[in-house]
T-cell receptor, first 113, second 112 residues
Framework: SQKIEQNSEALNIQEGKTATLTCNYT??????LQWYRQDPGRGPVFLLL?????KEKRKERLKVTFDTTLKQSLFHITASQPADSATYLC????????????FGSGTRLQVQP | DGGITQSPKYLFRKEGQNVTLSCEQN?????MYWYRQDPGQGLRLIYY???????QKGDIAEGYSVSREKKESFPLTVTSAQKNPTAFYLC???????????FGPGTRLTVL
């Protein structure tokens, strides 16, 4: 089955720096990879989607890369702000058989003012 | 406003009781999903439904049941067979090719 690894340790950075979160996966190559933000006690919110034939996607201060050879996605937040503090989840859509996402356990980001 | 709602926000249940969690969406999405999230962990798929009157088991379906009689509604029943039901339950919906999911606010279930 698909296995997704995100750094379980919290990432602490200073305001204004770039935060980089990692998502590694095994087995199948996903057709899509998605990133979500989750605040404590709330449902995840969709941020970005990147397709298997795309190497990079940007949205405002967010950037996602997708390396199907390394089986890895990197999620960057530039000019980070304390309001960016949350847990970030990656999710894979393999498009084979089951039409449902498989989620990683998430990485908690803490941006210090 | 379009969105997805879950009720109740907090739910307490005695051991041995069945309980049903509500999930409603007015986004006209075909697909709906139920996830369970335990502290410090990711989302695990319980059940999902791609169309009305059809649903499939996810990774942890044992002890749960669902129905999909209407496009807008996908209720989840946590039965007494579920050994450790205390968790945060999230419902989601999606439509379109990209499978981007919209989540409800969640229901926190505590078994006393």
């Amino acid at each position: 089955s698909q296995k997704i690894e995100q750094n379980s340790e919290a990432l602490n950075i200073q305001e204004g720096k770039t935060a980089t979160l990692t998502c590694n996966y095994t087995n199948y190559s996903p057709a899509y990879l998605q990133w979500y933000r989750q605040d404590p006690g709330r449902g995840p919110v969709f941020l970005l989607l990147i397709r298997e034939n795309e190497k990079e996607k940007r949205k405002e201060r967010l950037k996602v890369t997708f390396d199907t050879t390394l089986k890895q996605s990197l999620f960057h937040i530039t000019a980070s702000q304390p309001a960016d503090s949350a847990t970030y989840l990656c999710a894979l859509d393999i498009r084979a058989g089951r039409r449902a996402l498989t989620f990683g356990s998430g990485t908690r980001l803490q941006v210090q003012p | 406003d379009g969105g997805i709602t879950q009720s109740p926000k907090y739910l307490f249940r005695k051991e041995g009781q069945n309980v049903t969690l509500s999930c409603e969406q007015n986004l006209n999405h075909d697909a709906m999903y139920w996830y369970r999230q335990d502290p410090g962990q990711g989302l695990r798929l319980i059940y999902y439904s791609q169309i009305v009157n059809d649903f499939q088991k996810g990774d942890i379906a044992e002890g749960y049941s669902v129905s999909r009689e209407k496009k807008e509604s996908f209720p989840l029943t946590v039965t007494s067979a579920q050994k450790n039901p205390t968790a945060f339950y999230l419902c989601a919906s999606s439509s379109g090719h990209s499978n981007e999911q919209f989540f409800g606010p969640g229901t926190r279930l505590t078994v006393l």
